[in-house]
């Protein structure tokens, strides 16, 4: 039978219409079947999961109950055994020094055993929580976690019992009121001060807990990769208002890494300029890069400030966009209370050796030799980072601007240590 040339060109379409419906179907189906198996499959993932962070909870519950069951100092010391190698025998170095300092604060082995147990089993929780748990990381800008469990407050007894507040020096605190008021009406105080002990960090809340109430809570930290990496000093930071940085000292360290680094640094300075342009930010920082150690002949100085370092504090400071910002020079008496190693390690787990304070002295620097223990801290007067300021008068035309202003601030740090 002969079929006119347009049915014919119909019954094609169709056919050809119908099959390509039926590919679609099945290429329809075919793509709702794989869509099932990969959500299936993300399911399952997102509970393994799940159920990993439940057990990894568990096992931290269980470790801080077995924390508060141990007794005693010997049962502190018995805990630290399942801590990794180089990290439970600087810990147990570490607990005998704090217990022989506080058996000295104290005058009483008892009391020394009990403050030395309460205070180290929150430090062996905090530790377990790193090393069991998933560890913290630090991002760019960290604000101190205080809840559900105070890492300010941590610090603030381990510190704090080392510390003879009735020696201790906080001078010239009219000029603290002064950076209170500053913060109050929303402009920033940037502190530039030398950098001598691991717990530098405690002694500006704990010196000027009594005289200016709660400044020290706002005191914003720029932080090396040290104080967030160091599994001993970690929980410590976690207590603090950090920026987080990687310092020129240990830019080149991991070449690998310094890439990385630099992304780091970056975001980090984004967020401290963020800080400035809303205004009543409280930021301290310690331009040498690192902690002052001992010359060869015992003397104690602030180490050299970095000028690029002061430069760029200056510039976020100064920008158009910053809300007002004041500068002040800091000087920090806290070496012999927890003295660095003399030399810079390059290794993350340096040997700890605390003191506690036992003289007073009205100059910072006696109190940082050989012979006199304890803490003070001296803030300057603030200085003028213009150029209508006293550091750049009587200056050659051609003078190292970034340098003098920073040779400057750094002298005025000194003059603080020296000054009695």
Same mark, same amino acid.
């Given at each position: 039978?002969?079929?006119?040339?347009?049915?014919?060109?119909?019954? #094609?379409?169709?056919? $050809?219409?119908?099959? *390509?419906?039926?590919?679609?179907?099945?290429?329809? =189906?075919?793509?709702?079947?794989?869509?099932?198996?990969?959500?299936?499959?993300?399911?399952? !993932?997102?509970? !393994?999961?799940?159920?990993?962070?439940?057990?990894?909870?568990?096992?931290? #519950?269980?470790?801080?109950?077995?924390?508060?069951?141990?007794?005693?100092?010997?049962?502190?010391?018995? /805990?630290?055994?399942?801590?990794? *190698?180089?990290?439970?025998?600087?810990?147990?170095?570490? &607990?005998s020094s704090y217990k022989a300092q506080l058996v000295l604060a104290l005058d009483d082995e008892d009391r020394a055993s009990k403050a030395v147990t309460s205070i180290f089993k929150d430090m062996i929780k905090a530790y377990a929580e790193q090393l069991l748990g998933t560890p913290y990381s630090f991002p760019p800008y960290h604000r101190a976690i205080?809840?559900?469990?105070?890492?300010?407050?941590?610090?603030?007894?381990?510190?704090?019992?080392?510390?003879?507040?009735? %020696?201790?020096?906080?001078?010239?605190?009219?000029?603290?009121?002064?950076?209170?008021?500053?913060?109050?009406?929303?402009? @920033?105080?940037?502190? /530039?001060?030398?950098?001598?002990?691991?717990?530098?960090?405690?002694?500006?809340?704990?010196?000027?807990?009594?005289?200016?109430?709660?400044?020290?809570?706002?005191?914003i930290y720029v932080a090396g990769g040290r104080v967030v990496s160091d599994i001993l000093a970690k929980p410590f930071s976690m207590g603090k208002n950090l920026l987080c940085v990687v310092s020129k000292k240990h830019m080149g360290e991991d070449p690998s890494e310094k890439a990385a680094s630099m992304k780091q640094n970056l975001a980090t300075l984004?967020?401290? #300029?963020?800080?400035?342009?809303?205004?009543?930010?409280?930021?301290?920082?310690?331009?040498?890069?690192?902690?002052? %150690?001992?010359?060869?002949?015992?003397?104690?100085?602030?180490?050299?400030?970095?000028?690029? $370092?002061?430069?760029?504090?200056?510039? /976020?400071?100064?920008?158009?966009? !910053? !809300?007002?910002?004041?500068?002040?020079?800091?000087?920090? $008496?806290?070496?012999?209370?927890?003295?660095?190693?003399?030399?810079?390690?390059?290794?993350?787990?340096?040997? %700890?050796?605390?003191?506690?304070?036992?003289?007073?002295?009205?100059?910072? =620097?006696?109190?940082?030799? @050989?012979?006199?223990?304890?803490?003070?801290?001296?803030?300057?007067?603030?200085?003028?980072?213009?150029?209508?300021?006293?550091?750049?008068?009587?200056?050659?035309?051609?003078?190292?601007?970034?340098? &003098?202003?920073? @040779?400057?601030?750094?002298?005025?740090?000194?003059?603080?240590?020296?000054?009695?």
């Amino acid at each position: 039978m002969l079929r006119s040339p347009v049915l014919s060109t119909n019954l #094609q379409f169709r056919s $050809a219409t119908f099959a *390509g419906v039926k590919d679609c179907r099945r290429s329809r =189906v075919r793509v709702f079947t794989g869509f099932q198996r990969k959500s299936v499959g993300n399911v399952s !993932a997102e509970l !393994a999961v799940q159920e990993n962070s439940k057990l990894t909870d568990f096992k931290v #519950q269980v470790a801080k109950i077995v924390v508060d069951l141990a007794p005693g100092e010997q049962g502190l010391r018995f /805990l630290s055994r399942a801590f990794p *190698g180089k990290i439970q025998e600087t810990f147990t170095g570490l &607990l005998s020094s704090y217990k022989a300092q506080l058996v000295l604060a104290l005058d009483d082995e008892d009391r020394a055993s009990k403050a030395v147990t309460s205070i180290f089993k929150d430090m062996i929780k905090a530790y377990a929580e790193q090393l069991l748990g998933t560890p913290y990381s630090f991002p760019p800008y960290h604000r101190a976690i205080r809840a559900p469990f105070d890492y300010y407050q941590m610090a603030n007894a381990y510190i704090g019992s080392l510390i003879d507040f009735d %020696r201790s020096i906080l001078r010239n605190y009219s000029r603290w009121s002064v950076i209170q008021a500053q913060l109050q009406a929303g402009e @920033n105080v940037i502190l /530039l001060g030398n950098h001598q002990s691991e717990g530098d960090a405690a002694f500006i809340p704990l010196l000027t807990e009594v005289s200016h109430p709660g400044l020290g809570e706002k005191v914003i930290y720029v932080a090396g990769g040290r104080v967030v990496s160091d599994i001993l000093a970690k929980p410590f930071s976690m207590g603090k208002n950090l920026l987080c940085v990687v310092s020129k000292k240990h830019m080149g360290e991991d070449p690998s890494e310094k890439a990385a680094s630099m992304k780091q640094n970056l975001a980090t300075l984004k967020e401290m #300029q963020t800080l400035l342009n809303k205004g009543g930010a409280l930021i301290w920082i310690a331009p040498a890069g690192g902690r002052d %150690r001992r010359k060869p002949d015992g003397t104690l100085i602030p180490d050299e400030f970095d000028p690029q $370092a002061v430069e760029m504090m200056r510039k /976020l400071g100064t920008k158009k966009s !910053a !809300a007002p910002t004041h500068f002040y020079p800091l000087a920090m $008496a806290t070496y012999d209370i927890m003295p660095p190693p003399a030399t810079t390690e390059k290794e993350i787990g340096e040997k %700890r050796i605390v003191n506690y304070t036992v003289r007073h002295s009205k100059s910072l =620097v006696s109190m940082s030799s @050989n012979i006199m223990k304890g803490a003070g801290l001296s803030l300057g007067a603030e200085v003028d980072v213009s150029e209508q300021g006293d550091w750049l008068s009587g200056a050659e035309p051609d003078a190292d601007k970034v340098k &003098l202003l920073s @040779n400057h601030i750094w002298q005025k740090v000194e003059d603080q240590l020296v000054a009695s």
